[in-house]
């Protein structure tokens, strides 16, 4: 079984600052990462993923995100965000075989200000 | 990317009665589909994984009998909430895979009274 864990809650930053949202993943077998973005009342709109290949993944928006298998983490950044970037922001898991059911973590509310 | 549409997007009920979600796949074929619960600034919980032409798959602690699920086509997928009470209140999702990549709907938001 997979398992994510988010640890921040909430990150507050002032716009055009960098950000950094931690993601560390637990599993016993190879898996897929992902991070998604959900607005208000919204569905998930996937920002970028892992599968194989290079660690450092460039996703929409100007969002990129680092695997590192050694620390298990995916964290997500951005060197410059945006106000309209404040959202809620899932990591997710998958594993590599059956119907590839995701496993999320418990979101990261960024909230960005002016 | 493929779209996956939700209908509706939000809902109000009284308790006692049913309410059926929709989940389309609008320009490719879903065999597969999964159905999540959001509440309230938490996460999304996998409730079941909807299979075209067969029975669905519901994680453990979901009540079958209570969220009907059935997938009779390849590109639609429906949940029902059936006897819903004030506690069912809370964010549906579906969503469905191309290759690699879930396809999510814009989400039901139920609201039972």
């Known amino acids: 079984a997979q398992s994510v864990t988010q640890l921040d809650s909430q990150v507050p930053v002032f716009e055009e600052a960098p950000v950094e949202l931690r993601c560390n993943y637990s599993?016993?077998?190879?898996?897929?990462l992902f991070w998604y973005v959900q607005y208000p009342n919204q569905g998930l709109q996937l920002l970028l993923k892992y599968l194989s290949g290079s660690t450092l993944v460039k996703g929409i928006n100007g969002f990129e995100a680092e695997f590192n298998k050694s620390q298990t983490s995916f964290h997500l950044r951005k060197p410059s965000v945006h106000i309209s970037d404040t959202a809620e922001y899932f990591c997710?898991?998958?594993?590599?075989?059956?119907?590839?059911?995701?496993?999320f973590g418990t979101g990261t509310r960024l909230l960005v200000s002016p | 990317g493929a779209v996956v549409s939700q209908h509706p997007s939000w809902v109000i009920c009284k308790s006692g009665t049913s309410v059926k979600i929709e989940c389309r796949s609008l320009?490719?074929?879903?065999?597969?589909m999964f159905w999540y619960r959001q509440f309230p600034k938490q996460s999304l919980m996998l409730m079941a994984t909807?299979?075209?032409?067969?029975?669905?798959?519901?994680e453990q602690g979901v009540e079958k009998d209570k969220f009907l699920i059935n997938h009779a086509s390849l590109t639609l997928s429906t949940l029902t909430v059936t006897s819903a009470h004030p506690e069912d209140s809370s964010f549906y999702i579906c969503s469905a895979k191309v290759n690699t990549e879930a396809f999510f709907g814009q989400g039901t938001r139920l609201t039972v009274v």
């Open positions: 909807s299979n075209e032409g067969s029975k669905a798959t519901y």
């Open positions: 599993s016993s077998v190879s898996v897929y």
């Open positions: 320009d490719f074929q879903a065999t597969t």
């Open positions: 997710a898991v998958s594993d590599l075989t059956g119907f590839q059911k995701l496993v």
